[in-house]
């Protein structure tokens, strides 16, 4: 069945007020929103970890001379975008130089491993952005114009009517019960649609004393069941903060009674009639019922009659009481004939006190609470719990001016208007309410429990806290009947009308959002962006006041991918290049760039035109007789070192440097200028002296 319900912001009090605040959407809306989060938390995933390269990089920042484990290990972290691409980068890095010394793969391997925790991490918080809806479950709140008490009417017409409904919600009510409560639940339905599938504090106590005079019990042990108190909130789903809900409790206590000295046989018109009557008739024929007096209780007597059920069975069930011989019935069966039994009595009695209090939750239980009573005794000691007079409720339309007394009055018409009670369940099912009827086939009753009577009064029990679930709901959701308009009653204050647009009911159509999960998961994600995007201007900003750290700074600006490629191509000669500390430099349309030779497929390399080469060469080793190498090109104080493939041919006599035959190593020079940083070139003196 479909519900319209409330889509937006509410507070769900069952969660409190600031962890309570819900989000309902729509199911495709909510699907779309989930999809959204996870994409969100992805993004910010790579910005948590521009943040974290950004502070490892100046951590490791040196200006001194670097191994190029060293020198790679910053370039991945200032060139990947997210910890997947650092951490396979940092692999290839741990796994290209596995065989070097272990002590310079330590950074790198620390960084590999942060980056992985951090993508596990990340990858489990997409995977559980569903978490800011399942976590609240499927609460929503009811939207119905057709919230109203349905009561009896007088004509017949809607009396007819009224009558109808209530059997209707008899048999949903026993269906329910059937589906959800008790142990032997079926379980064939799904039983989502209150706030609870049922009502599970209930009390059994299967060997309690008689509720009436002992002598008049026919069974030492008796049945007693209780609901516990029912918070209207969390089992009834009336949605309210916890001091303005209303507590109920029911108590039902049953035992068969005896029949004998209590009935007497008359036969008229050749009908056999039996009166039953605990006590003895006064002149005005009224009973006086001293055995079954209880004041604080309402009282009912059910009888069982078999009107012709035969057993199957003899069975000394306390209320079935079949041991009479009656007929022998020929069934196709391995044996032939079978044996039946028919009931002691016409009608074997069971009497049952019921019994229901009231608590107001803003109250302490101890003397928050009206007294165990019948229903309307105990409405009336309640009512001062709840700034209500007796005036108030004996008015024909009783209404309160207060929010708690409202709610009293409200859940008590509820009762009173739909059928909760036994008698209304016996009422309206009558047999059907008996769980023996599962074992009845063609007028024969087969094998019973020993404790018979015991599962028909706990199923009775069942049927009425089921009832009351679902005459909360459908109160708000009325009734567009329209043949019982005569016999509403609308909502007729604010505090009414609060209540109705307050119900609870749970639908899978719709999804309901943690909005507090909501703002943690955006808010936490808008500062991490922030801070990674305003960290760099920050430090270009303290830069340029000559503030920090500023080779950390100018190596961060420099090992991104467009500045080395600016690094690999700056020489002298026509064309300048600008924005060397920005992200993208810019250089004279002039500027000749160098070229990927790949002569040798193992080994390519940047090479420029031989004569630029040969040109800066002669220039910058002070004459055209200087030997350089036509393979190699050398910058000193701004060009770029292009070594061959085995570091030889280059000789620099006027500065007393031999051949250099080991890795040279380039680094960032800031010597020169702030704004223009170049590579130097420096061999390993301990190597060529």
């Known amino acids: ?16 007020s600031i962890d309570g605040a819900t989000l309902t959407l729509t199911k495709t ?75 310079k793969l330590l950074r790198p391997f620390l960084t590999a491993v942060f980056a992985l925790c951090s993508l596990v991490a990340f990858t489990v918080a997409g995977g559980f952005s569903s978490s800011i809806s399942t976590t609240v479950g499927n609460d929503v709140l009811l939207k119905s114009a057709n919230c109203a008490h349905i009561l009896p009417a007088s004509n017949t017409s809607d009396a007819t009517a009224w009558r109808s409904l209530l059997a209707n919600k008899s048999n949903n009510a026993a269906n329910y019960a059937q589906q959800c409560y008790g142990t032997s639940k079926s379980g064939l339905f799904e039983c989502n649609r209150f706030v609870v599938d049922s009502i ?104 069982l009659s078999g009107y012709g059920v035969t057993f199957n069975e003899p069975t000394m069930d306390d209320w079935y009481r079949a041991d009479i011989p009656y007929s022998k019935a020929t069934l196709f069966n391995e044996n032939g004939i079978l044996s039946l039994y028919h009931q002691r009595d016409a009608a074997s009695p069971m009497a049952c006190t019921e019994q229901v209090q009231w608590c107001n939750s803003a109250y302490p239980r101890d003397r928050g609470c009206g007294p165990l009573a019948g229903f309307v005794d105990a409405i009336y000691k ?47 099912l009558g047999a059907k309410s008996l769980t023996s009827q599962a074992r009845l086939f063609d007028g024969i009753q087969y094998t019973l429990a020993k404790n018979q009577w015991q599962n028909d009064v706990i199923n009775w029990f069942s049927i009425a806290l089921a009832s009351v679930q679902q005459s909360f709901v459908d109160t708000v959701l009325g009734t567009g009947d329209q043949q019982v308009p005569s016999v509403r009653w609308p909502p007729a204050n604010e505090h009414e009308q609060q209540i109705c647009e307050n119900q609870k009911i749970r639908d899978t159509a719709y999804t309901s959002f943690s909005f507090l999960g909501i703002c943690i998961t955006f808010g936490m994600g808008i500062l991490i962006c922030i801070i990674s995007y305003a960290l760099e201007p920050i430090l270009e900003f303290c830069h340029k006041r000559g503030k920090g750290n500023q080779y950390a700074y100018l190596e961060w600006t420099n090992n991104a991918s467009l500045q080395l490629h600016r690094l690999a191509n700056e020489q002298p000669g026509p064309g300048k290049w600008y924005r060397c500390t920005e992200e993208v430099p810019t250089a004279d349309p002039a500027i000749s760039l160098s070229c990927l030779d790949i002569t040798d497929l193992k080994h390519p390399v940047l090479t420029r035109p031989s004569s630029n080469l040969n040109t800066s060469a002669e220039q910058r080793l002070g004459g055209s007789d200087r030997p350089v190498s036509s393979t190699s090109s050398i910058s000193w104080l701004g ?9 030889s041919g280059l000789e620099d006599e006027s500065i007393g440097l031999g051949r250099a035959n080991i890795v040279d190593l380039l680094f960032i020079n800031l010597t020169h200028s702030s704004t223009h940083p170049f590579i130097l070139y420096v061999p390993n003196f301990a190597q060529v002296f």
């Open 1 to 16: 069945m479909a519900f319209h319900v409330y889509l937006g912001l509410w507070t769900n009090w069952s969660r409190g």
């Open 29 to 103: 809306s909510g699907n779309l929103l989930i999809a959204f989060v996870a994409f969100y938390i992805a993004f910010v995933a790579s910005r948590f970890w521009r943040i974290c390269c950004l502070i490892f990089h100046r951590v490791y920042s040196s200006p001194g001379l670097g191994d190029a484990v060293h020198q790679q290990h910053q370039i991945v972290l200032r060139n990947s975008a997210t910890a997947e691409a650092g951490l396979l980068s940092l692999a290839r890095i741990l796994w290209a130089w596995r065989a070097g010394k272990k002590r």
């Open 200 to 303: 599970a504090d209930i009390s059994v106590d299967s060997n309690a004393s008689c509720p009436f005079d002992d002598s008049i019990c026919r069974s030492t042990a008796s049945l007693r069941l209780d609901s516990g108190y029912v918070d209207s909130n969390d089992y009834l789903g009336v949605n309210a903060p916890e001091n303005e809900r209303v507590v109920w409790r029911y108590v039902l206590h049953c035992s068969p009674i005896k029949t004998d000295d209590y009935t007497s046989r008359s036969t008229h018109e050749n009908i056999t009639w039996y009166l039953y009557f605990p006590g003895r008739v006064v002149p005005n024929f009224n009973f006086r019922l001293r055995h079954l007096a209880r004041p604080d209780a309402d009282v009912f007597v059910v009888f």
């Open 382 to 428: 309640a009512a001062p719990l709840f700034n209500l007079t007796t005036e108030d409720l004996e008015l024909d339309r009783p209404v309160s001016t207060s929010k708690i007394g409202t709610r009293l009055l409200w859940a008590a018409s509820v009762l009173r208007n739909n059928p909760t009670s036994l008698a209304q369940v016996i009422q309206f």
């Open 639 to 647: 060009d770029v070192v292009q070594p061959d493939e085995h570091r």
